[in-house]
């Protein structure tokens, strides 16, 4: 990647459409779109091209023997850097959209000197020239990548600069505190630290205060961006597909009387409450001579193994049986799995449940996947269990991902480290050093100091154009 020349990319999904957007970043933006629009005003797009105005013109493309000549009218929109997304001179173009018309204006825009863009450039380049934050950029990319309402609303809060708006404060603390410490080390017999040995520790705790409320809601952000994988687990006709269906809002799974219909796992994103589930209908658990059925059932034990959360599906109009129990006891050697145990067909259950399953475990709803009935206190349970009910998603800085949680608990415990050495009253360079790498985990969080390596990732899962 050459940061240095002019980029080119459809900005719009290809196909066939009424419109379609091509845009060109870098110094020759201008340059590169005179070569290829004739503005209906007779003026020059180079010489006479208002900021943020659409200008109306025809486009051209090179024959086979390399003239421009035209091939459609567009509306073509100047950028000026540094007040465009990428910071950069930019040019946007938006004509008709044709599958061969968009690829043949693009091609006309590489003829004219832009390269082709790679994944992700435009965002990374406003990244690069300071137009937002890594963790503002990674909420773009969760906005492009939303299926869910709340993946939406998370996401255009991240682009509002939050997280990096909290990294600053306490950075701008860790700051403060530095500036005093190095005064006391620097002139001990001088009182020119701003701050008391006191007044430091007071300030670091409430740096800690601030971090770990931070680190805190990545348990939110986590259910919510990434999703948590859920597997459906339960014996032959319990009522797993009619569960999966019914939190889906649709038919995806075969409901029917026969045991062992579903012989292979499905799977689908799904919004439960404000948690996003990763959600995973398996094969019903029994001992079974059907080759195909043994291999459904073998994922679904192996899938169970990854879960984060299991709905363990229990058909309670019946009285609890040896392969009921046998379950139980396989959920019970799981680790680091919540399991919640949906007491199903509750409409034809003659009395309160076994003690069997409530004894068992220590999150059960009893529900009915077929009408519906007791799918609001589930939703209540798994929402209670993974998200923090004080968060504003509109309003709060969340960290959304493994990366950020992982640079806020290096950062909350260098300044726990600090606190430590401040209050057994070793060396004040000790505490300088803990400081300084505090410091230098919350520039990786938001994006101030980060290895090529981890840039190069985040920005490879954005789309071409983007």
Known sequence: MILGDTIAALSTP???????????????ARVICDRIFRPKSGKSFLQYA??????????????????????????????????????????????HGGVLLTQTVLTAVYAAGARPAE????????????????????????????????QLTLAHTGMGGKVEGRCEEIYQSLCAILASIYAKIDYPDEDLADMSREEMLQALEGCESSLASLVRTYHTGHAIAEGIPTVICGKPNAGKSSLYNRILGKD????????????????????????????????????????????????????????????????????ADDQDRELIQTLSQLENTTVVAVLNKSDLCPGEPEETYTSAFSHTVLLSAKSGEGMAALEALVERLFTDGALDLRQDAVLTNARQHAA???????????????????????????????????????GRSVSEDIVTRIFSHFCVGK
């Not at 290096?410 to 209050?423: D, Q, S």
């Open 119 to 150: 994944a992700g450039e435009f965002t990374r380049r406003a990244f690069l020239n300071g137009k937002m934050g890594l963790s503002s950029a990674e909420a773009l990319g969760n906005m492009l990548e939303a299926q869910t309402r709340e």
């Open 50 to 95: 208002p900021p943020r105005t659409a200008l109306y013109g025809g486009l051209l493309a090179p024959d086979a023997n390399g003239e421009f000549l035209p091939v459609d009218d567009g509306l073509v929109t100047f950028f000026p850097g540094p007040a465009s997304f990428t910071g950069e001179d930019t040019v946007e173009i938006c004509c």
């Open 252 to 319: 995806a799974a075969i409901v029917t009387d026969v045991e062992g219909t579903t012989r292979d796992i499905l799977s689908e994103i799904a919004s439960l409450g404000r948690v996003t589930l990763r959600l995973f209908d398996t094969a019903g658990l029994r001992e079974t001579d059907n080759p195909v059925e043994q291999i459904g059932i073998a994922r679904a034990r192996e899938a169970l193994r990854s879960a984060e959360l299991v709905l363990a599906v229990f058909d309670v109009s019946r009285p």
């Open 408 to 446: 806020g608990v290096a950062a909350l415990e260098a300044v726990r480290r600090a606190i430590l050495a401040l209050r057994s009253g070793v060396p004040m360079d000790l505490c300088c050093t803990d400081a300084e790498q505090a410091m230098s985990a919350l520039c990786e969080l938001d």
């Open 14 to 28: 290809r196909g066939k459409g009424g419109v379609a957007l091509i845009r060109i970043s870098g110094q020759d």
